[in-house]
């Protein structure tokens, strides 16, 4: 299997500017959750400091079998840093947490200036330093103009700086002139598929097929548990039409505010769901309702134009907790409304 699948155009722009030695020293990798974002950075590394790179065979991702290769791919090559949240990192289980401290989600204005100190230096071991930041619009306005700096001042050293963000627009318009933009699609379910039978996933044609899987991470969640979490963002729906129980939908918002693709497949579900039940009432014979509150109180219009909105601001690069907070919490009246009355 290739290294990265279901990125066809990004691994051909990658290997021409690795051929042609015209790979720029900073990139933006863009697109959603999942999609092979950050695993495309770390091969990337992984070619640049390969044994034996400059050879044909191993552009752009290196050979994976070299002592380079190898260093690379266990997390322990000198020249390669990877960059991201203290919550990002608890979550993966690589620091612990400062006793009752809620982990910050932001990236400390700290660990660039120490990334930026390093840039002048030559590399330890490689030829090239590579330094990834993972999720860069965490990083507050204060931290990406301190990486600025190192952006437009790499010194004499080869540095490579990979930012990994769901959209241009989520980083300074400064940074994101100064790195090439490589765009990362959704993944088709034959990639999904494909991916999942790579890693041995028994029921990977299930997963792959499931309505609104466009990710590994989304596939790979729990189907009961996304069944269960479907109904509670229903529910906290209808709470918020009926304005009743703040409270609960604050503890559902946090609950269900999970990474960006999995609350996208859970809204592509949802709205499966609430389309099925408004047609289902209009075949019903109901037809009026179907521009209003059901018996429950749901209204499934405005319920779906809830999920729309939500689904363009995800798209738009906004944070994955606020985006649901808007809309388990007070999303715009629906634009229906005034046609209702």
């Known amino acids: 299997m290739s290294v990265i699948v279901g990125q066809d155009r990004v691994v051909a722009a990658l290997t021409k500017a690795v051929q042609s030695r015209r790979l720029a020293h900073g990139l933006l990798f863009l697109g959603p959750d999942s999609v092979g974002r950050e695993a495309t950075a770390r091969a990337l590394a992984r070619g640049l400091l390969c044994d034996r790179r400059g050879a044909s065979a191993v552009v752009p991702f290196g050979c994976g079998v070299c002592r380079g290769c190898r260093r690379v791919e266990g997390g322990s090559h000198p020249d390669v840093h990877i960059v991201m949240s203290d919550a990002e990192a608890v979550a993966r289980g690589l620091a612990q947490p400062e006793g009752k401290k809620k982990p910050s989600v932001e990236i400390r204005i700290d660990a660039i200036r120490e990334i930026c100190r390093q840039l002048p230096q030559r590399p330890y071991e490689g030829r090239t330093r590579i330094v990834i930041v993972l999720d860069a619009h965490r990083m507050n306005e204060h931290a990406q103009n301190a990486l600025l700096k190192g952006l437009e001042e790499p010194g004499e050293a080869e540095n490579m700086l990979v930012l990994v963000a769901p959209g241009a627009r989520a980083v300074l318009p400064t940074i994101a002139s100064r790195c090439q933009r490589l765009a990362f699609s959704p993944l088709t379910a034959d990639a999904v598929r494909t991916i999942l039978r790579h890693k041995g996933v028994a029921d990977a044609d299930a997963r792959a097929a499931r309505p609104g899987v466009h990710s590994v991470a989304a596939a790979l969640a729990d189907e009961e548990g996304d069944d269960d979490a479907v109904s509670r ?109």
Do not use: F, M
């Not at 219009?301 to 919490?329: P, Y």
């Open 233 to 341: 963002l229903v529910i906290g729906i209808t709470l918020r039409q009926t304005n009743d129980a703040l409270g609960d939908r604050l503890q559902l918002a946090a609950d269900l505010s999970r990474d960006r693709a999995t609350v996208l497949a859970l809204l592509g579900q949802a709205e499966l769901r609430l389309g099925a039940a408004l047609r289902a009432r209009i075949v019903l014979g109901d037809a009026t309702a179907g521009l209003g509150a059901d018996a429950h109180g749901l209204d499934e219009v405005s319920a779906l134009e809830g999920i729309a909105a939500a689904r363009a601001d995800l798209a738009g690069n906004g944070i994955v907790q606020l985006v649901v907070e808007r809309l388990l919490l007070g999303a715009p009246p629906s634009i229906l409304a005034g046609r209702r009355r």
